[in-house]
């Protein structure tokens, strides 16, 4: 005789995995940077975000880092094909995660603490 699904798995499991997996799909809320400027450090930086692509020590002794981050989104795949009247056709790819890519710049003072920051797109 087959179980079926509800007889297999109590309604109470089946929700619960369904609350896992949802919560696990659930986009992290962006960074507010205004609040971390004064007590954010270099050290913290380089544990969230890796080691920087760029970086630059100023003439009065402050440093300035820069990540390229990618937007909520994740990576982008783009392929198409076109046929060109009865001549051929075309076909073209695009992969990579620099797509809208954007440059995050923090500026550290010389205690290595967080005193300033932007945003471009790339």
Known sequence: MKMSLGE???LPVILALTVIFLSGCATKPPIDWDSRVGHYTYSQAVTELGPP???ARLSDGKAVY???V???GGARFNSGMSYYGSTGFG???TVGSNFNSQMLQLTFDTNGTLI???RNNY
Do not use: E, I
């Open 8 to 10: 297999k798995f109590p």
């Open 53 to 55: 692509d760029r970086q």
């Open 66 to 68: 820069k990540w390229f």
């Open 70 to 72: 990618q937007p909520p």
């Open 91 to 93: 076909a073209s790819q």
């Open 116 to 118: 300033a920051w932007s």
